[in-house]
């Protein structure tokens, strides 16, 4: 990957479109920008791409492991401003102006924003400078930055076609699908066997920095020892945090696992398990229906507007899926989440019927529809070089407010 620098001279040959994406901090947002810029360069225009978005270590390292540039702004998410005001206007102008530089300097022809807060200021700043934007939602309920740009965008992208009523009157919302790498969406055209199997893997995931309470609910349901040894092996992407107790718990337990606080490349353990447990975030959903993997789901019960809790509700209901409700007594949630892992291990035939529902739900093209969509509307006569509309970079003088 160019660095910066390079990058900015190249833009200013006018050889190829110069994409911005914006936004991140979790997985389940940089993987879909990570997936339609694949398909970007397999268009004749190869365009230049950068990445703006969090400070957090996680987007960072999954930038870097994927090639791509990152720049981190300051940006500091909505529940900041109720304890610190001052600090929550002062890190997100900053964050703004730094923005709006980057997109002048750079030459950007377009900003795609990926959700979550830190992609609110490098939006802003798209707008000020008449930059054509698309926005890529990936959950049935758009966040709030989703929600609140979309006014204001030229294109809202979405995974669902219920996502639609969900937005502002005067959105231009488009179901395109939640894009997915191709190394996963490659796996919709493999036949599935493992879900047959009478003692499966299991694969378990709460996302890209792990969820505390699923680790838990699955070492306590592992405490029956027959229960255990239903799994030819166990698979479990924790978090960080929760690494070398989960680990420990295992040895101690007698359960063969792999235990890793992040799995970068979960492509070969999508081909392996029959049964994954997992979050209700709508990336991993996305890659669970191609890859055709029958889910038990613990949606995460403090998700805004219970935007996981919906997007289970689509799976559950097509058979791809069970929902377990995480439960304010934990004691509650492994007995719900025991109960269904029982009916399930030993259910081969329920689990086929589940993996072919999941199939059913894939849209392996939809990295293709998003990237189709920003090249049209660089192409388009109506996007606007934002260099004939302002020359130079944002000053101390420059208003944020106006600006968006």
């Known amino acids: 990957m160019d660095t910066l620098k390079q990058q900015s001279g190249n833009a200013k040959n006018g050889s190829a479109p110069t994409i911005a994406f914006a936004g991140g901090g979790t997985g389940g947002h940089l993987f879909p920008g990570i997936a339609v810029v694949a398909e970007l360069q397999e268009l004749s225009a190869t365009p230049r791409v950068l990445f703006m978005g969090s400070e957090k270590g996680v987007e960072r390292r999954i930038l870097e492991e994927a090639g791509l540039e990152h720049i981190a702004l300051p940006a500091k998410p909505l529940n900041h401003l109720r304890k610190h005001p001052f600090d ?47 926005l890529l939602e990936q959950n049935i309920i758009p966040g709030r930055a989703n929600y609140w740009l979309s006014r204001f965008a030229d294109l809202s992208c979405v995974s669902f076609s219920e996502s639609q009523s969900n937005f502002p009157n005067s959105a231009n919302v488009r179901v395109t699908g939640n894009p997915v790498r191709r190394e996963i969406t490659d796996l919709c055209s493999e036949v599935r066997s493992d879900a047959q199997d009478s003692k499966p893997v299991l694969l378990i995931l709460g996302g890209s920095q792990g969820a505390s309470a699923v680790n838990r609910a699955v070492v306590e349901c592992f405490k029956n020892s027959e229960r255990s040894k239903s799994f030819r092996q166990v698979v479990h992407q924790t978090g960080l945090e929760d690494v070398a107790w989960v680990q420990s718990s295992y040895q101690k337990l007698g359960v063969e696992a792999v235990v890793e606080p992040f799995i970068s490349d979960l492509t070969p353990w999508y081909q392996s398990a029959g049964l994954v447990i997992s979050r209700a975030g709508a990336t991993t959903l996305a890659e669970l229906a191609c890859a055709g993997c029958p889910a038990v789901l613990i949606p995460y019960p403090y998700a805004a507007k219970n935007h996981q809790w919906l997007n289970a509700e689509i799976y559950e209901r097509a058979g791809a899926a069970k929902i377990v409700k995480q439960e304010q007594a934990g004691q509650h949630t492994v007995k719900n989440l025991g109960q269904v892992l029982q009916e399930l291990v030993t259910g081969e035939q329920r689990r086929q019927e ?22 049209n509307l660089v192409a388009s006569p109506l996007s606007i070089d934002h260099r004939t509309q302002i020359e130079q970079p944002v000053t101390e003088e420059s208003n944020l407010h106006e600006a968006c």
Do not use: D, H
């Open 354 to 375: 589940m993996a072919a529902a999941m199939k059913t739900l894939a849209v392996p093209q939809a990295a293709k529809n998003v990237a189709a969509e920003i090249m």
């Open 88 to 134: 929550f206007a002062r890190n997100n102008w900053k964050a703004y102006r730094k923005s709006r530089n980057i997109l002048i300097e750079q030459n950007v022809q377009i900003v795609v924003g990926l959700g979550g807060y830190a992609s609110l200021p490098a939006l802003c700043a798209a707008r000020s400078l008449k930059l054509p934007t698309v």
